[in-house]
């Protein structure tokens, strides 16, 4: 009757009262294994009047085996996979059977030779993070408990175990600050990355001398760096990438860390300069200051640090760091990655720079630069980035650079750089990006980028290129950003049929014909300032991105003008200045110093012959000034 009236009551009730009875018997099965070993060690006394060592040293592990700190390690290890949703969340590695496996067999668990649990990896364990049962096990080197659906704080008992060397908790949801209860172990291996720890690193943190390895990526700490951190002299990796709360300097105690091989703290809110001890810990490879708030010069002590392949000291402006590139750093021949970007960094490449062979990615974009590109980079075999962009570098792109096979991305815009882009540079077969706008090359685009089939960015607008529009781009099927203006390129605009093609610029050039149909489902399109009439497609009739077109010697943003000075000028006298900027177009001369299709001269004088008026003059004046303004 009960069982009909309340089945889940009932049930429950049944498999509570089974896990009772299956606890009972192990304890009573552990109980009589005790008595056994127990009465061995009396009847081997009674006997002999003494014990074998050796055999006194096998009876009693056999007793810390059965019972540690009074309660059985699999009865530990069985309350925390319950109290964690182990059955439901710890997923299929873990089944319910998991309990009942012998214990050095579970998926998860390593033991020492005599049977004691040495390690604890568990599944993705859910709810709050249980007190009172973990710490129970005083023989754990090692817990992993990486599950996003843990939470709560970390238990002080956790550090009950005197023997902990190794805690990760990465991943976890669990919060609070840094229990002070961790310095009582010897922690030699500490993660807590992408949790939500919070707070302040505190005083005490530093006394915990075994530490190695400390890992913070993504918590939610704050605050200086203690100075007690700096007594931390086995420290060979620190992670605290992305916490974005760290604020303060680092010391020159930053030099009494000479085991360190890994330093990373990039987008924090540090300042200052960077110490120049730094140059003393000789055992660094990777060093990453980068987007941070420091400033001052580049140290030339880092030119010790031989075995560096990592240096990334990018900032962010205002005013980031400043002086010159160390010649000292030539010495660096293992970088394989080297970022300074977002400074006043000034002066030019130093010829010692000339051994990077290791090179993967050079990085020095968005900084004051100058001087000539080095030709010797071409000789960089392993180069995949060139980042240079945003200095003022002059001179020519070196030839020598398109022996640069595994090179994916060239960054050379916005730089003063002069004569035409290499051929050589078509060559590269496992290019992406290759952006050299906003420079003062000439020349035409050479019909050998369309074998480039590897490339998804190609820009070079903002120079002074002439001749046409390479039709061989369009076999260019992974192009997703095409940008050609402003330039001097003439010719029709090529109807390009790339599915990848989401970005189209070829303002301010002297491209004529019609605009392909094909470019309106564009979601970027810019064709203004051309020479694209009469015959539109329909869609441009709304779109913007059509207007501002030369038609027949007059542009439409030349009409806009001379509609805006109306209420200045008679309605003939605006005719006559249009038709006069109409006449300079039709003779076919253009400015030897701009882009636009004829001069000043040309219209004012070609009109004053006709007999305009000086109202007329100054309209066309005005007109003309807008038209070599854009």
Same mark, same amino acid.
């Given at each position: 009757?009960?069982?009909?009236?309340?089945?889940?009551?009932?049930?429950? /009730?049944m498999s509570?009262?089974?896990?009772?009875?299956q606890?009972?018997?192990?304890?009573?099965?552990r109980?009589k294994?005790?008595?056994?070993?127990?009465?061995i060690?009396?009847?081997s %006394? #009674?006997?002999?009047?003494?014990?074998?060592?050796?055999?006194?040293?096998i009876?009693?592990?056999?007793?810390?085996?059965?019972?540690?700190?009074?309660?059985p390690?699999?009865?530990?290890l069985?309350s925390?996979?319950d109290?964690?949703d182990?059955?439901?969340?710890?997923?299929r590695?873990?089944p319910p059977?998991?309990?009942?496996?012998?214990?050095?067999s579970?998926r998860g668990?390593?033991?020492?030779?005599?049977?004691?649990?040495?390690?604890l990896?568990?599944?993705?364990?859910?709810?709050?993070?249980p007190?009172?049962?973990?710490?129970?096990?005083?023989?754990?080197?090692?817990?992993?408990?990486? *599950?996003?659906?843990?939470?709560g704080?970390?238990?002080?008992?956790?550090?009950?175990?005197?023997?902990?060397?190794y805690?990760? !908790?990465?991943?976890?949801?669990?919060?609070?600050? !840094?229990?002070?209860?961790?310095?009582?172990?010897?922690l030699q291996y500490?993660?807590?990355?992408?949790?939500k720890?919070? =707070?302040?690193?505190?005083?005490?943190?530093?006394?915990i001398?075994?530490?190695?390895? +400390?890992?913070?990526?993504?918590?939610?700490?704050?605050?200086?760096?203690?100075?007690s951190?700096? #007594?931390?002299?086995?420290?060979?990796y620190v992670?605290?990438?992305a916490?974005? =709360?760290?604020?303060?300097? &680092?010391? $020159?105690?930053?030099?009494?860390?000479?085991?360190?091989?890994s330093w990373e703290?990039s987008?924090?809110?540090f300042?200052?300069?960077?110490?120049?001890e730094?140059?003393?810990?000789?055992? !660094?490879?990777?060093?990453?200051?980068?987007?941070?708030?420091?400033? /001052?010069?580049?140290?030339s002590?880092?030119?010790?640090?031989?075995?560096?392949?990592?240096?990334n000291l990018?900032?962010r402006?205002?005013?980031?760091?400043?002086g010159?590139l160390?010649?000292s750093? =030539?010495?660096?021949i293992?970088?394989?990655?080297?970022?300074l970007?977002g400074?006043?960094?000034?002066g030019?490449?130093?010829?010692?720079? $000339?051994?990077?062979?290791?090179?993967?990615?050079?990085?020095l974009?968005?900084?004051?630069?100058?001087g000539?590109?080095?030709?010797?980079?071409g000789?960089?075999?392993?180069?995949?980035?060139?980042?240079l962009?945003?200095n003022?570098?002059?001179?020519?792109?070196?030839a020598?650079?398109g022996n640069?096979?595994?090179?994916?991305?060239?960054y &050379?815009?916005s730089?003063l750089?002069?004569?035409t882009?290499?051929?050589?540079l078509?060559?590269y077969?496992?290019i992406?990006? +290759?952006? +050299?706008?906003q420079?003062r090359?000439t020349?035409?685009l050479?019909?050998?980028w /369309?074998d +480039?089939?590897?490339?998804s960015?190609?820009?070079?607008? =903002?120079?002074?290129?002439?001749?046409?529009?390479?039709?061989?781009? /369009?076999?260019?099927?992974?192009?997703?950003?095409f940008? !050609?203006?402003?330039n001097?390129?003439?010719?029709?605009?090529?109807?390009?049929?790339?599915? *990848?093609?989401?970005?189209?610029?070829v303002?301010?050039?002297?491209?004529?014909?019609?605009?392909?149909?094909?470019?309106?489902?564009?979601?970027?399109k810019?064709?203004?300032f051309n020479?694209f009439c009469?015959?539109f497609?329909?869609?441009?009739?709304?779109?913007?991105?059509?207007?501002?077109?030369?038609?027949?010697?007059?542009?439409?943003?030349?009409?806009?003008?001379?509609? *805006?000075?109306?209420? &200045?000028?008679?309605? *003939?006298?605006?005719?006559?200045?249009?038709?006069a900027?109409?006449?300079?177009?039709?003779t076919?001369?253009?400015?030897?110093?701009?882009?636009?299709?004829?001069t000043f001269?040309?219209?004012v004088?070609?009109?004053?012959?006709r007999?305009?008026?000086s109202?007329?003059?100054?309209?066309?004046? %005005?007109?003309?000034?807008?038209?070599l303004?854009?």
């Amino acid at each position: 009757m009960v069982a009909a009236c309340c089945p889940d009551s009932w049930m429950w /009730g049944m498999s509570s009262a089974s896990s009772f009875l299956q606890s009972r018997q192990r304890k009573n099965e552990r109980t009589k294994e005790r008595a056994i070993i127990i009465s061995i060690m009396h009847y081997s %006394i #009674n006997k002999h009047h003494h014990m074998n060592p050796f055999l006194l040293l096998i009876l009693v592990s056999s007793l810390l085996i059965t019972s540690i700190h009074g309660q059985p390690q699999e009865d530990v290890l069985n309350s925390f996979y319950d109290a964690t949703d182990g059955s439901n969340s710890w997923g299929r590695d873990y089944p319910p059977s998991w309990k009942t496996t012998p214990l050095c067999s579970r998926r998860g668990v390593v033991c020492s030779p005599d049977g004691h649990v040495t390690s604890l990896t568990t599944g993705d364990a859910k709810g709050e993070f249980p007190r009172g049962i973990l710490g129970l096990l005083s023989t754990p080197e090692s817990l992993t408990i990486t *599950s996003p659906t843990l939470n709560g704080t970390i238990p002080d008992d956790l550090f009950d175990n005197a023997n902990l060397m190794y805690l990760d !908790l990465h991943f976890s949801s669990i919060s609070g600050t !840094l229990p002070v209860a961790m310095s009582r172990v010897p922690l030699q291996y500490l993660h807590l990355g992408w949790t939500k720890v919070s =707070g302040t690193i505190p005083d005490w943190f530093g006394s915990i001398s075994t530490l190695q390895h +400390v890992d913070f990526q993504y918590a939610k700490l704050s605050g200086p760096i203690p100075t007690s951190f700096w #007594n931390l002299v086995n420290l060979q990796y620190v992670n605290l990438y992305a916490v974005g =709360g760290f604020t303060g300097t &680092l010391p $020159s105690l930053m030099g009494n860390l000479q085991s360190l091989r890994s330093w990373e703290c990039s987008f924090n809110n540090f300042e200052g300069t960077i110490p120049a001890e730094l140059g003393t810990i000789t055992t !660094l490879r990777l060093l990453d200051l980068s987007i941070n708030r420091f400033s /001052g010069p580049l140290p030339s002590s880092l030119g010790n640090c031989i075995n560096l392949t990592n240096l990334n000291l990018g900032q962010r402006k205002n005013p980031g760091l400043e002086g010159t590139l160390p010649e000292s750093w =030539g010495n660096l021949i293992n970088l394989q990655l080297l970022s300074l970007s977002g400074g006043s960094l000034s002066g030019s490449i130093p010829s010692s720079w $000339s051994s990077f062979f290791e090179m993967t990615r050079f990085d020095l974009f968005d900084n004051d630069l100058e001087g000539t590109l080095p030709d010797v980079i071409g000789s960089f075999s392993k180069l995949t980035g060139i980042l240079l962009n945003g200095n003022r570098f002059s001179g020519t792109i070196p030839a020598s650079w398109g022996n640069l096979r595994n090179l994916q991305y060239l960054y &050379l815009e916005s730089n003063l750089l002069e004569g035409t882009i290499p051929d050589s540079l078509t060559t590269y077969r496992n290019i992406d990006q +290759v952006t +050299v706008g906003q420079n003062r090359l000439t020349g035409t685009l050479s019909p050998l980028w /369309g074998d +480039v089939a590897s490339m998804s960015i190609f820009s070079v607008g =903002g120079n002074q290129l002439t001749g046409t529009i390479p039709l061989t781009f /369009g076999n260019i099927t992974k192009l997703g950003q095409f940008i !050609l203006g402003p330039n001097q390129l003439t010719g029709p605009l090529p109807a390009f049929n790339q599915t *990848s093609l989401y970005y189209l610029d070829v303002r301010n050039n002297f491209l004529n014909g019609t605009i392909p149909a094909i470019y309106g489902p564009l979601s970027f399109k810019y064709f203004q300032f051309n020479r694209f009439c009469p015959d539109f497609p329909s869609w441009c009739e709304t779109d913007a991105s059509c207007n501002d077109q030369d038609c027949g010697g007059t542009t439409t943003s030349a009409y806009a003008v001379a509609t *805006s000075t109306s209420a &200045l000028f008679s309605t *003939s006298t605006l005719s006559a200045a249009t038709t006069a900027v109409a006449a300079a177009a039709a003779t076919g001369r253009t400015s030897s110093t701009t882009q636009n299709p004829f001069t000043f001269s040309d219209a004012v004088s070609i009109y004053r012959h006709r007999g305009a008026s000086s109202p007329t003059i100054i309209v066309v004046i %005005i007109i003309m000034s807008f038209l070599l303004s854009v």
